[in-house]
């Protein structure tokens, strides 16, 4: 039963049916499917199979931006219903997408588990810039900045970002934590992130564990796939 629906949004994701991939996700709920379960095995199974195709030319753009449409639209409809955390406030986590990047679902999905898991978060969007990271995240006094990307050319200004912390001497100012489809643990170890995980579920851990531990930014790797 559950297989099934999950199956049906999958199709409706893939299509770009946005008000069946709703009316789906409602059924979903009633019949007690977790969120998380809506979101990864109904929307981004399709959004990868998409990905795939659109890489052998087999589907284009417009397909890919109605599938993003339609998981879109799951996400606002499932997220009001997944359990705020009780644990108290753990920390405030500046999150975006990097410069060029309009890539906005995975992001939003690691917000969204972040907040529901006990930290303060602030969205910023994508397409955002070393400097406006940066602004904010001292303006607002975070202690994670939290980096998205999808793109192989976006994911170069994680690398800036902590460089530019390193070149002012900040480097332990912020913990920085990184993700999205070409982020690899290699590539975290290699630009001195301090988190690196694969998926929103995994960055609630890969960030309590960085929260709950004495290293300061620039320290350690903690790494959650
Ligand atoms: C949907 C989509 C789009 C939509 C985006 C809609 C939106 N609002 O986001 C649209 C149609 C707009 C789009 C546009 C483009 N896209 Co596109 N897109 C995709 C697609 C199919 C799915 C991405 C997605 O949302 N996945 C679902 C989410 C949930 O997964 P995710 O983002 O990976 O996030 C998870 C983890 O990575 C992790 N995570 C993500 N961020 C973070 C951050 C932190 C801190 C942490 C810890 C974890 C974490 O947790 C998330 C949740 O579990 C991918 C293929 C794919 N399978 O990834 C291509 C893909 C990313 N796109 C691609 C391309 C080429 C483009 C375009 C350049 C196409 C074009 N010719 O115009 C443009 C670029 C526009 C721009 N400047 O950004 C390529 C990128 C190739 C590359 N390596 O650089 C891909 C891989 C497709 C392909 N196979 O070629 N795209």
Avoid at 38 to 56: H, S, T, Y
Avoid at 116 to 124: F, I, K, S, W
Avoid at 207 to 221: M, Q
């Amino acid at each position: 039963m559950a297989e099934d629906i999950l199956l049906k949004i999958r199709d409706a994701v893939y299509e770009g049916e946005d008000e069946e991939a709703v009316e789906l996700a409602k059924q979903a709920l009633e019949a007690g499917i977790d969120p998380t379960d809506i979101i990864e095995k109904g929307g981004v199974a399709a959004l990868d199979q998409l990905g795939e195709e659109f890489d052998n030319l087999e589907v284009f753009l417009p397909e890919v931006m109605l599938g993003g449409d339609a998981m879109k639209a799951v996400i606002n409809t499932v997220t009001p219903h997944m359990e705020v955390g009780k644990s108290a406030f753990k920390g405030k986590v500046i999150i975006g997408t990097a410069k060029g990047d309009l890539h906005d679902i995975g992001k939003s999905l690691v917000g969204t588990q972040l907040a529901t898991h006990g930290y303060d978060v602030v969205d910023l969007g994508v397409d955002i810039s070393t400097n406006k990271f940066l602004e904010i995240a001292r303006a607002e006094k975070a202690d994670i900045i939290a980096i998205s990307s999808l793109l192989t050319t976006s994911q170069y200004y994680m690398e800036e970002l902590i460089k530019r912390l390193d070149s002012e001497g900040k480097r332990d100012e912020f913990y920085v934590v990184i993700g999205g489809g070409p982020i690899s643990a290699e590539y975290a170890e290699k630009i001195g992130a301090d988190g690196f995980s694969r998926s929103a579920q995994l960055a609630v851990q890969m960030v309590d564990a960085i929260s709950e531990s004495d290293k300061k930014p620039g320290e350690d790797l903690v790494v959650r796939v």
